[in-house]
């Protein structure tokens, strides 16, 4: 677990990378046209929608090794983007000022479901059902169904940080990503947040102190949910309470491709990421197959089952039996 | 008459781990064959071959003269063949009745279940067992205890010819034993074949006709029981002269207990409770089931909050809010279940074996150095894995233990708390940890052990107190040899005062 | 790594089975024109795909590529509308799920060089070359109208709309327009389905319980008419205006569970945004920006007449 990759984030970067040649080869187009795929508007395209999934999906990562589940980020990515955008457009706060206010929102959102989970002691599911819930209908609330025109404030060709908008979310994604492996592999917490959800009991017979540590991987959660609700309202320009409806399942998905396991004690946080970037592909690809329309969901769900089983099979070979 | 049980040439590895190789010999019908080895030496693998849980590599295996590949259990179940199992299988949802029917559900048409039925024959066995629970009762609020008989009733629920028990007695007192051994003695006599794993060569020596000793995945020697000894079992078992078991010095320790607990009291499970252990002092716990000596040590830990009573470290009135706090002022518990309180299985044995020591000292980053002090605790211990990136999992029963141990062990603590420290754990490997708790003795630590190993406590404690219902029921100490006997004992936790 | 030879073979599989490849060889290449619905789950634009396969058919070199998300999400048909543009395709039609949301897009592939042609619901704000429906607010109008003339000018109306679409948001503002002209005439509701024809049965249902006296439904959307059941709860005395006119429209409105329906030129849709993108291409840029489709409004009077031309279509014109 110390190493900085295992073998299983390696695997998973094998399979993005045979899902790319694949594509590049099936979307091969004729003499005179650019490749539709392998080109760097393209690549960006990609980054930029899969780090709306990848940002969440580390936190779901942590959320399911330390043994929960959490259905939440769609709602709080909303609520957060609603709030950033309601300040900013409605009330006339400086971005700086909204964005700092949504991200208190979400984890807001996460210090609720910490509550429920730790100190009311409700399973996971019905936690961060409830939150998600809450989240959704407070951000409905808020906007009446309406939404809030970021663009409309910044200007035309902003540049965050001298940077084209639309490499703000990658950028991000990537960088929470290798925080979160380093404190993940290398920290106390980390360990302790694998141990929680090996083996809860031994966990707390060893001295780990259970309730903090699954108060903190729903708070980040929930964190990193609201960064990627803040970057979304940016780079797309609207605050609107209906984003990323249904995300949470895409998310987790992402997340146990990316080798978690839903038993709890096993994942990967760069693995996470990984899985957002193989659905992010075959949602960019699969509109290039003409005839493929109505293909998209089976292909997906294929994919997962394949990809987890193989999982199993793996895991269950490399077990030694006593 | 051909023989109930041969192994012909068994071989068996896991990855690069040879758990069996080669092994030869037969289990003639009707009789009572034990056995025994060191940990590792392949015993619950061939049993485990036998019942069909696990496939040998080579070799034959041969039930009633007839040449069987078993794929699952069903198969042996079908051959005639139950298993006791070491670790507790059950159910803890369901009932005791539904336990000993699990996966051979009584049906009637269109596949009904036929509960009463079940019910009816589930009473019977108990009553058989003399076990005091109803057919209904769930099993996750019984004793584990009960839940090991359970697992007797289960097998004898399917009419076996063959009958393997492996470490049936672990969990039991020596009551519970002695009724066990009746009916298989019982069973012996309606011509079962017995097949006993153990490392209660007591035990085996009451029950078994001939004794067969594995080493390190071989096949030893096969002996009958009226012609041999425990120390040459031991010896071949072992393969080398054990140090004799080093007489219990008197110590003379003086002045002020590192570890005093006044009246310490939780309802239901145990009140009045005051024991006092000196530095260098080993003190053991014992009674049989309910008598309340986990839950003295789980509240002391700090897994439990007391409802009345004191609690005294080294002179300073503490209350540990949970074992990590009582880990930082260096007071651990070895605790009794491995599987559940004890590994994580998740993790290899380097963060298995630094986790604890790493919570305690509050450290931010894990550090490079705990590999090489991982390491250092798997030679020290004799703890039998590939390396420290192993996982728990590949480890045996007894191994397991000892990683459980080393990992509080290393964090030398002044109190050390132990629970069933030895359950199910092979003889080599008893001796050592008895060594180790003698080595954090010697350093001034207080150490007490809860115990239902009651020829262990003898042979390893000062003295020993005897709790009886949640209450204490007296003290020996081993400086009166006269009353330092298990009699004496047994008279103090069985009998109401 | 056996992990990636089953993954292989997945996709090998996926690959035969989605028929024909992306991979043509040599031939002159066909203009590939992207035409996208705000969702696959609204029965109401599988004409508009087949009028746009239709009109290919018959110009012969165009290829169309169909493509939307399952259900309406503006930020799927945003990510979708982005991946043509980077794919470089030679045309754009699309039916704008939120036109505000999707104009600095649009703008980016008309920039791009690709034509864009909105239809149904548009983006006025963009750099569309033209829009190609039906005129929203008249449309809207027309429903009022219709609707006070069935109440005799007085009673109650509820409602139906989805939130966010341009074009929904343009026929509201048109029922409420003419029946601003009626006084007497009070809407209790406005009901929000999210374009989802199941959730208009349940609100017809519980809107029925709530208001057992109302005078009549108004849709500005199709989607109480999708299927045959949503309006089973209303009773016999509430009056039923809806705009679309697919099936099973019209025969719910002979068993007289509808009394007035709107249609749209669904056929059109697709084969006139793909006819504008032709000549776009062709250098013939469109006569308006915004062409009206006009709307039939379909009663007992007329309904047999309309199905029998609405068979000739589905025929082939």
């Not at chain 1, 208190?104 to 939150?131: E, K, W």
């Not at chain 2, 409770?273 to 309340?292: A, H, K, R, T």
């Not at chain 2, 050592?432 to 350093?443: F, L, N, P």
């Not at chain 3, 569309?128 to 429906?133: K, P, S, V």
Request: aromatic letters at 6%; a positive charge; hydrophobic letters at 50%.
């Amino acid at each position: 677990m110390t190493r900085w990759w295992e073998g299983r984030e390696l695997s998973t970067v094998a399979i993005l990378a045979i899902e790319i040649a694949f594509f590049a080869w099936y979307l091969w187009p004729p003499a005179n046209r650019t490749h539709p795929f392998v080109n760097a508007a393209n690549a960006v395209l990609i980054l930029k929608y899969s780090s709306i999934y990848g940002i969440a999906a580390i936190g779901a990562a942590m959320v399911i090794i330390a043994g929960g589940i959490d259905l939440s980020p769609g709602a709080v990515i909303a609520l957060s983007g609603v709030v950033t955008g309601g300040l900013f457009v409605g009330s006339g706060w400086s971005l700086t000022a909204s964005a700092l206010a949504g991200f208190l929102t979400g984890a807001g959102c996460g210090l609720v479901t910490a509550a429920l989970v730790v100190a009311v002691g409700l399973p996971p599911f019905i936690a961060t059902l409830g939150v998600m819930g809450i989240a959704r209908g407070a951000g409905f609330i808020i906007t009446e169904g309406r939404y809030f025109d970021v663009s409309s404030r910044l200007p035309a060709d902003w540049r965050p940080l001298g940077l084209p908008i639309d490499w703000t979310s990658p950028l991000l994604m990537i960088g929470l990503a290798f925080v979160f492996q380093t404190l993940m592999i290398r920290m106390q917490w980390g360990r302790a947040v694998f141990a929680v959800g090996g083996n809860e009991t031994a966990a707390r017979y060893s001295g780990v102190r259970v309730g903090l540590v699954k108060a903190s991987v729903y708070l980040a959660a929930a964190m990193l949910a609201a960064v990627s609700g803040i970057a979304l309202t940016i780079v797309q320009g609207q605050g609107k309470a209906d984003l990323a409806m249904g995300y949470e399942l895409d998310i987790i998905a992402s997340a146990v491709v990316g080798g978690a396991s839903l038993a709890g004690g096993r994942g990967s946080v760069v693995g996470a990421v990984l899985g957002a970037l193989i659905f992010g592909v075959l949602r960019n690809a699969l509109p290039q197959i003409p005839g493929a329309t109505f293909y998209d969901r089976l292909i997906v769900g294929l994919v997962v089952i394949v990809i987890v089983v193989m999982d199993q099979v793996l895991q269950r070979r490399k077990r030694v039996d006593s | 008459m051909a023989a109930a049980v041969e192994f012909r040439q068994i071989g068996k590895s896991f990855g690069a781990v040879a758990a069996l190789q080669d092994v030869t010999f037969a289990i003639a019908q009707g009789e009572s064959h034990a056995i025994v080895g060191e940990n590792g030496a392949g015993k619950s693998t061939l049993l485990r071959i036998l019942v069909g849980g696990v496939r040998p590599d080579r070799g034959e295996l041969r039930i009633g003269g007839d040449a069987v590949t078993l794929n699952i259990a069903r198969d042996a179940m079908a051959r005639g063949v139950g298993l006791v199992h070491q670790e507790m299988l059950a159910f803890p949802n369901l009932s005791a009745a539904a336990n000993i029917f699990a996966g051979r559900e009584i049906t009637g048409r269109f596949g009904w279940l036929r509960d009463g039925e079940m019910r009816d024959r589930a009473r019977v066995l108990l009553e058989r067992l003399d076990v005091p629970i109803s057919p209904d009762a769930p099993v996750e609020s019984l004793p584990v205890a009960y839940r090991q008989l359970l697992q007797v009733a289960r097998a004898l629920a399917s009419d076996c010819r063959t009958l393997a028990l492996d470490e049936p007695t672990a969990s039991l007192t020596a009551a519970e034993s002695d009724r066990l051994f009746a009916i298989l003695d019982g069973l012996k006599r309606r011509g079962v074949t017995l097949i006993y794993v153990s490392h209660r060569l007591s035990e085996v020596f009451r029950l078994c006709d001939r004794i067969t000793v594995l080493r390190d995945g071989c096949y030893v020697d096969t002996f009958s029981r009226d012609a041999i000894g425990a120390d040459a079992i031991v010896q071949a078992m072992v393969g080398r002269t054990l140090p004799p078991r080093a007489s219990v010095a008197a110590t003379t320790p003086g002045g002020e207990p590192l570890l005093r607990i006044d009246r310490l009291t939780r309802r239901p499970r145990f009140a009045d409770v005051s024991v006092s252990v000196m530095p260098g002092e080993i003190v053991g716990l014992f009674g049989l089931v309910g008598s309340g000596r986990t839950e003295v040590l789980e509240t002391i830990v700090g897994l439990q909050r007391a409802d009345g009573g004191m609690l005294t470290v080294d002179g300073r009135v503490r209350t540990f809010r949970s074992p990590r706090h009582a880990a930082r002022a260096g007071v651990v518990l070895v605790p009794e279940d491995r599987q559940r309180q004890g590994l994580f299985f998740n993790l290899n044995l380097r963060h298995n074996l630094a986790l604890p020591a790493a919570e305690a000292s509050g450290a931010r980053i894990v550090r490079g150095a705990e590999r090489g002090a991982a390491s250092a605790l798997l030679a020290r211990w004799r703890i039998k894995a590939s390396s420290v990136d192993a996982t728990p999992g590949a480890l045996s029963g007894g191994n397991q233990q000892k990683v459980v141990a080393a990992k509080w062990l290393a964090m030398e603590p002044r109190v050390l708390l132990l629970d069933e420290p030895t359950k199910g754990v092979d003889v080599g490997a008893k001796y050592e940890i008895h060594g180790m708790i003698r080595d954090r003795a010697s350093r001034r630590a207080a150490c007490l052990i809860a115990s239902s190993d009651l020829p262990e406590l003898l042979g390893l404690a000062d003295r020993i107190v005897v709790m009886r219902e949640g209450r204490l029921r007296g003290e020996v100490s081993a400086t009166d040899a006269a009353a330092f006997t298990e009699e004496r004992v047994m008279r103090l936790a069985t009998t109401a005062s | 790594m056996k992990r990636i030879t089953i993954i292989m073979f997945a996709l090998a599989a996926m690959a035969s089975g989605c028929g024909g490849g992306g991979t043509t060889t040599g031939g002159a290449a066909k203009l590939r024109f992207a035409v996208m619905p705000k969702s696959l789950d609204l029965p109401v634009f599988n004409y508009a795909k087949v009028g746009a396969e239709r009109e290919a058919a018959a110009l012969g070199n165009v290829e169309i590529i169909w493509r939307a998300p399952e259900t309406a999400d503006q930020l799927r048909q945003k990510e979708i509308l982005e991946s043509f543009i980077t794919q470089k395709v030679d045309g754009i039609a699309i039916s704008c799920t939120n036109g505000d949301f999707l104009t600095e897009t649009i703008d980016r592939a008309v920039a791009a060089g690709i034509p864009v042609v909105t239809w149904d619901a548009d983006a006025p704000k963009s750099k569309r070359a033209a829009f190609y429906g039906v005129d929203d607010v008249a449309a809207g109008r027309i429903m009022g109208e219709q609707a006070a003339t069935l109440l005799g000018d007085k009673g109650t109306v509820a409602i139906i709309t989805s939130i966010g679409a341009v074009n929904l948001q343009r026929r509201l503002d048109g029922v409420k327009e003419s029946l601003a002209k009626h006084p007497s005439i009070k809407i209790v509701e406005e009901y929000d389905v999210k374009e989802d024809a199941v959730r208009s049965a349940e609100i017809i249902a519980s809107g029925t319980n709530r208001y057992p006296d109302l005078g009549a439904w108004i849709s500005v959307g199709g989607w109480p008419v999708f299927t045959r059941n949503a309006l089973t709860s209303v009773p016999a005395t509430t009056k039923v205006v809806s705009f679309d006119t697919i099936p099973p429209a019209p025969d719910l409105l002979k068993a007289g569970k509808v009394q007035v329906l709107l249609g749209q030129k669904y056929f059109g849709w697709g084969s006139e945004s793909v006819r504008l993108l032709a000549d776009i291409k062709a250098g013939k840029p469109p006569a308006s920006p915004v062409i009206d489709s006009g709307v039939d409004v379909v009663t007992a009077a007329n309904v047999d007449e309309y199905m029998q031309r609405w068979k000739a279509m589905e025929a082939g014109r």
